[in-house]
């Protein structure tokens, strides 16, 4: 609608007809807008790569210590749910009385599985992996105890601390073990080295934010010609802004895409060696890759950073180009 | 149609480049507007189109105070207004179609429909075949139409020319001036701004004058002398 003439049809939506019209010429004006910039794109090159390199190696360095991460923890989980509290049990306990304490513990709610080594079983175990062998066989007695190991309901360190506790006070309990300090260790390193990532890539993306505005500001500053001669015939500061936040989106792209590929190809190369350690530890560990949904997130941050950092730097300098 | 009451445009630095200008244009006149380089002519259209503010007075488009216009509606006033540049300002990597086509898209027009209302301006200044051509390969007098063009595709009812023919020679002025003329007789409000004396005073239209910031004459100019 005409501000001055009051009745003048001004613009394509006066003249069409229907909603559905004028909302398939907006798509279309967008769909325009995007594409051109995709073309202002390929016609400043080197800065467009070494934006999107920029950007690229910005998102790789977090996004690979984000697998590292992961799969340390895949590796520390493995440990998580296999604590057990070893209980030692008196030396002068009847058969009678493990059973009796074996049924005990199986009805306890905390508890979740119980397994008995007796001191004859201890015994053999003993003499086939200490290597000590036939030495052995010289002991009057056998001095190993009786054990318990005891599986708690849930594996939370937490939780099986508390049991250990209970079990220590049991009659014929004579020392309860839960071996779980390195675990907490572990858990802390884990969350520290969580801590840095995040801290080292929010610095990261800072810097390619402020990379991207300025690929925009230059970009801008280039076409001020233009962006005057726009603002006098009338294009609003949103409409010429837009080409400049679709560049942002697409750099963004770019770069997204860049770093996946970037990490899978990294990941691709450390398999071989991943391969040759985990055989010789004989683990089962298999090297966890990104997912599509951590891939998804890596594309939206991506194209977030870019979207913001040209939207930082239009803002400021295409209100700054004013027609004289 | 457009109005100037007691306008007055000072710089910081105490330089005045308008004082006390009033004067009325009716609809559908044609008006010249002259005077030497730094008289004010530019200023006077800059503050039409919004590019200046008046330090005093008011300008009023059909009734309406530019005064009250935000900083956010200035570019749905310029649509209304069709501005020709002495350089002409065209984008010089896009074809002339697509400068011509440049405040249609703006309005958001698309297709067949920009298509032909781009078709049609360049049909008015004799320009059809040069399409698809970039601004880099026509002439001035060409380029000067592309230029003219652009600002009638959207068809607006004020149209405004600062120095049009001042780079080129008298014949293509000629022409130029006949372009105005022709859109004046559909309708338009014309205002140029021109400081071609000669050209003017052949031209029979009313004819302002501007003497460092004031109107000296408004009316038919008879003689070059009265400068």
Redesign the interface.
Known sequence: MSILFNGRASGASDSAPGLLQKLMMGVVTHLRQAVSSLGELWRSPVWTLVTIAVLGVSMTLPATLHVLVKNLQQVSSNYDQSFEISLFLKNDVTETDIATLVTLLQGDRDVGKVRLIDKTAAMAEFKQESGFGEAITFLDQNPLPDVLLVTPSQSKPAAAEALMNKLQQERFVELAKLDISWLERLAAIMSLVQQVVYTIAALLLCGALLVIGNTIRLLIMDKKAEIEVMKLVGATDSFIQRPFLYTGIWLGVFGGFLAFLVIELMLFWLRGAIANVTQLYQSGFSLNVLTLQEFGILMLIAIGLGLVGSYLAVRSHIKAIEPC | MLRFEQVSKSYPGGFVALDRVSFELQKGEMAFLTGHSGAGKSTMLKLI?L?ERPSTGRVV??G?DLSG?KP??I??????IG?I?QDH???MNHTVFDNVA??????????R?MARRVHAALDQVGLLDKARCLPATLSGGEAQRVGIA?AVV?KP?LLLADEPTGNLDPDLSKDIMRVFEAFNQAGVSVLVASHDLSLIARMRYRTMTLKSGKMINDGLMHNEETL
Not at chain 2, 75 to 80: A, C, E
């Open positions: 189109s590019i488009i059909n309406i216009i956010g509606q570019p749905y006033v310029r649509r209304d501005m540049f300002r065209l984008l440049l405040p249609l898209v703006i309005e958001g027009f698309t297709g429909d652009r959207n009812p």
